[in-house]
């Protein structure tokens, strides 16, 4: 089973707001990945955590702060955002992350995203 | 750096047909991943298939396969008996060790399919 849950599907905010995304896995996978999409658009990493710890970080305004409270989930923290990151946030896990060798066990899975929009 | 290339921004293809997506990319590296990835318009991404460099032959899943052209840097997917589901954007993705994770997206593909 290669199912990545994410919650809410759908999130209206002011620039002013305070919310959270949710994603879940609990397919015993260590690594998990945040990526924000736009229309028709590739998908744009954020973040990566391995094995509950910030591996990546790809110079994301810290208006956006990740946290992994445990193996199976991952939040992404939001406060004082812009209209301009109205956009899909997309989770996804991984068995692992191999940053030394090239595996499968580092074979993306992704959620059915959240759709954000900032007023 | 590394590039992914999606040269046809949209494509189109008669149900039950066959269709052909191209993907080409750069890279210095010799050992890799290449994937597709679909997405269809309730945007789940979803692993279609994927090709490890090392590995001659092309990869096949149920209606899915790839022509990887390693020399010439090329990883087509062909789509047999197209079906109405199908109708997605495909995402073309390389990975290689020394991104650190990171998948390496093309800007996509989106494939409507007619009845």
């Known amino acids: 089973d290669t199912e990545v849950t994410q919650t809410p599907k759908h999130l209206v905010m002011g620039m002013t707001n305070k919310k959270s995304l949710k994603c879940e896995q609990h397919?015993?996978?260590?690594?998990m990945y945040w990526y924000k999409q736009k229309a028709k658009k590739p998908p744009e990493l954020m973040f990566v955590y391995s094995y509950e710890k910030l591996s990546i970080n790809e110079s994301v305004p810290s208006r956006f702060s990740p946290e992994c409270p445990n193996s199976s989930l991952l939040n992404l923290h939001l406060h004082a955002l812009q209209p301009e990151d109205s956009a899909l946030y997309l989770c996804?896990?991984?068995?692992?992350?191999?940053?030394?060798?090239?595996?499968?066990?580092?074979?993306?899975?992704f959620g059915p995203g959240t759709r954000l929009t900032v007023l | 750096a590394q590039t992914v290339t999606q040269s046809q921004p949209e494509m189109s293809v008669q149900e039950a047909e066959t269709v052909t997506l191209s993907c080409t990319y750069d890279?210095?590296?010799?050992?890799?991943?290449l994937f597709w990835y679909k997405q269809p318009p309730s945007r789940q991404m979803i692993l279609v298939i994927r090709q490890e460099a090392y590995k001659q032959q092309n990869a096949t899943e149920n209606r899915f396969s790839v022509n990887f052209q390693k020399a010439a840097k090329s990883f087509s997917l062909k789509i047999s008996d197209s079906q109405l589901g199908d109708a997605a954007m495909y995402f073309c993705a390389y990975r290689t060790i020394n991104q650190g994770g990171k998948l390496i997206f093309g800007q996509g593909t989106e494939l409507s399919v007619k009845p």
């Open positions: 890279t210095s590296e010799s050992d890799y991943y």
């Open positions: 397919m015993g996978h260590r690594a």
């Open positions: 996804a896990s991984s068995q692992d992350l191999a940053l030394r060798t090239l595996s499968s066990t580092d074979t993306q899975y």
